[in-house]
């Protein structure tokens, strides 16, 4: 895709801002492809081994008993809504400062993942805190930051496809998420700044991790294998959402040349 | 490259207000963000009577008394400490499985005229010591740790040294 | 103290969500890529 710039629909836009625009999805779309392959597997084979090793090969807790095993789905879940929410402000900044626009559709594709992401460590830390505290959920300030954090994946989502010029919908997307990093630390400090029902890290201690490495491990396997799915997922759908675009163009440039010859 | 330069600065400026905004915000509401009181609070400052709050601390070794009420409910009776002081508290109703001496709990509930806590619910705090039985039982064995008595030893006493007995 | 009922519906709560993510990550993907092919056989993409 080089030369063929010039059948994008924005006219009005400046020439070689517009080639740079095409050349460069063209560009990610080639360099993508490879990646994208080894991405698949890598995630199958690395969530494969852990989620075995989480289910059946990992010994129980002495508190939790066998319901430790969630944890290995809860914990992968938290870190990829938070680093993938870390990511969505940089795509941002990336969209605000240099107008770059394969930030945009990044951020667009990425913030309805997050949101799933999000709601799926609620769920999953409910249905851990219902047999362990004995209670699916408590205001508290680690709760209630994440629940933000999922509110602002949602309104991400909402705002990025809530008008009709695209550009616009992003850049109002990419402030509301920069609004939204505020909420990160709160979410990770809430258990050392406030009391909390829910515990302190374990992982992430200055010290030794608070985990013995028969659990540490398939955790950690869990969420690198997590991590590659949902860049593998987010890949995917950029890559999609770029095709998409020059889709668009192409049958706009095709219905121009239909009128034209038809006039 | 200046107009660039130009948003860089105007978004490290909304980031500096943004932050700062929302460390007052939460330095003010401080209060308000805290889920329990531990036993030092209440003694620091008597909480209203008739008021619920929560109250959290470890449930003190060797204060757990069960029982069965009246009306056939489980009773419990425990003391609530965070080490410098205790709070009696009394409760009826079924304790979570994670409860017992030694752990964090988390009760909601008043105080009564006689200075000890009536609870109407009791959460189970989880702390963040992740181990296999066999580990617990092994550091257990060694008169290492009593979990009644309080946190397990530092991770890095049994973290990466290799499985015993089980 | 084992809570089955919560441990298999965690496990298949993500699964069924990262299932669906997959699903229509790679038909949107591939539906794409049929139709770019359509419209542009000669362009160089992959």
Redesign the interface.
């Known amino acids: 895709m080089t030369a063929k710039a010039d059948s994008s629909p924005s006219g009005a836009a400046p020439g070689a801002r517009s080639l740079h625009r095409f050349a460069n999805p063209g560009r990610f779309l080639r360099a993508s492809a490879r990646v994208q392959t080894w991405l698949w597997a890598a995630a199958a084979l690395v969530l494969g081994a852990g989620l075995v090793w989480g289910l059946f090969l990992s010994p129980a807790d002495w508190q939790q008993g066998q319901t430790v095993r969630i944890m290995y789905v809860h914990v992968p879940m938290a870190w990829l809504a938070m680093g993938g929410y870390t990511a969505l402000a940089v795509a941002s900044i990336m969209s605000l400062i240099w107008r770059h626009p394969l930030a945009d559709l990044f951020a667009r594709e990425l913030s309805p993942v997050g949101a799933l992401v999000t709601a799926l460590c609620l769920a999953t830390g409910s249905l851990w805190g219902r047999p362990m505290w004995g209670t699916w959920w408590v205001w508290d300030a680690r709760l209630t930051s994440v629940l933000v954090l999922f509110f602002l994946w949602l309104g991400h989502a909402a705002l990025t496809r809530a008008f009709e010029d695209q550009e616009r919908g992003a850049r109002v997307g990419a402030i509301l998420a920069l609004v939204g990093i505020v909420n990160i630390p709160i979410v990770k400090f809430s258990v050392d700044w406030w009391n909390t029902l829910h515990q302190p890290a374990s992982v992430t201690r200055l010290d030794a991790p608070g985990m013995h490495v028969d659990i540490l491990y398939p955790l950690l396997t869990c969420a690198f294998g997590f991590s590659l799915l949902f860049g593998a997922v987010v890949l995917a759908r950029t890559r999609a959402a770029v095709m998409e675009r020059r889709i668009r163009a192409l049958q706009l440039a095709r219905a121009r040349r239909e009128e034209a010859a038809g006039a | 490259m200046t107009r660039k330069k130009r948003r860089l600065y105007i978004l490290l400026l909304c980031g500096l207000g943004l932050g700062s905004a929302t460390a007052l915000t939460l330095t003010a509401f401080q209060d308000n963000l805290v889920f329990f009181r531990s036993p030092s609070d209440i003694m620091r400052e008597a909480p209203p009577a008739n008021r619920a709050f929560r109250l959290g601390g470890l449930v003190e070794a060797g204060s757990l008394e069960r029982a069965t009420g009246a009306d056939g409910k489980p009773t419990a009776n425990f003391r609530v400490t965070d080490g410098a002081h205790a709070i009696r508290v009394s409760y009826a109703g079924v304790l979570p499985d994670l409860f017992r001496e030694g752990q964090g709990v988390v009760t909601l509930g008043t105080m009564l005229p006689d200075g000890s806590f009536r609870a109407s619910e009791v959460l189970a705090r989880h702390d963040e010591t992740y181990m296999p039985p066999e580990v617990a039982d092994a550091l257990k064995r060694a008169g290492h740790w009593n979990p009644a008595q309080g946190a397990a030893p530092p991770p890095a006493e049994w973290n990466t040294a290799p499985r015993r007995g089980g | ?4 009922f ?2 298999a ?3 298949a ?2 699964l069924l ?2 299932g669906a ?2 699903l229509d ?2 038909r ?2 591939a539906s ?2 049929r ?2 092919a359509e ?2 056989p000669r ?4």
Request: net charge positive.
């Open positions: 103290m084992t809570h089955t919560f441990i519906a965690s496990y709560l993500v969500g990262f993510l997959v990550a790679a949107r993907h794409a890529k139709l770019l419209l542009d362009g160089d993409r992959p």
